[in-house]
Structure formats: C-alpha cells, structure tokens
Nanobody
Framework: VQLQASGGGLVQAGGSLRLSCAAS???????LGWFRQAPGKEREFVAG????????VYADSVKGRFTFSGDRDNNPVYLHLSALTPEDTAVYYC?????????????????WGQGTLVTVSS
C-alpha cells in the first residue's frame, strides 16, 4: 500500500482545513487512518475508517470537530478539520492497516504516507 497525504497548511484558530489521503496498491479489507504528531509528543491516533466506509472512529480530542469521509470506491479519502485550535498543530500522517481498528497505536499500522503539516495560529 502506498499512501500520499496532502492538504496541510496554516490556518487561524477556529478555521478549517481538508486533508486528503490517496492510496494505491491497497488490499481489500484494509483500514485507513490518520495520526498526528506534535513537536515533542508521541504520534497519536486521530481517526480511522473501514474498507467499506461503514465504520468511522475518532479520538475523543477531535470528536465533533473532525470528519473522515471515504470508502473503497473513493480515492482519495478526506479528513475534514474544523474548529481548529493551536493544540491541533501537528504533522498529520495517513496510515493503513489490516489489523482491527481497535488497535490505535502507531506500531499496529504498517503502512504510512509522508506527513502533512497543519499549523493553527492563535
């Protein structure tokens, strides 16, 4: 699986962005996810979506503000970020796994795209 993330940028607090993740060579049944890593912090799970798009989960910190859209028939898939705060500033990574979506640590996701930087100014 090859992943290509894009869409990051500089935005003011309260603003919105849309990140995209284009996947190629993907096996059936994979799960796509987004992680982020802020300076000096560990990489953390943000959201995940199943192969069919029928199930989406979010980290508590972004629930209600971020929306993951897409399924096996749509490429790229998108992560819509809204009501952004400076605490959302991080490098955002697109990832894929065949493991259950309950596994939200980075080591359970073997496929990674390059990161895209999101900077939220106050």
């Amino acid at each position: 699986v090859q992943l290509q993330a894009s869409g990051g940028g500089l935005v003011q607090a309260g603003g919105s962005l849309r990140l995209s993740c284009a996947a190629s060579g993907r096996p059936s049944g994979y799960i796509l996810g987004w992680f982020r890593q802020a300076p000096g912090k560990e990489r953390e799970f943000v959201a995940g979506i199943t192969w069919t798009g029928g199930s989406v989960v979010y980290a508590d910190s972004v629930k209600g503000r971020f929306t993951f859209s897409g399924d096996r028939d749509n490429n790229p898939v998108y992560l819509h970020l809204s009501a952004l705060t400076p605490e959302d500033t991080a490098v955002y990574y697109c990832a894929a796994t065949l493991s259950p979506m309950t596994k939200r640590t980075a080591d359970a996701w073997p496929y990674w795209g390059q990161g895209t930087l999101v900077t939220v100014s106050s």
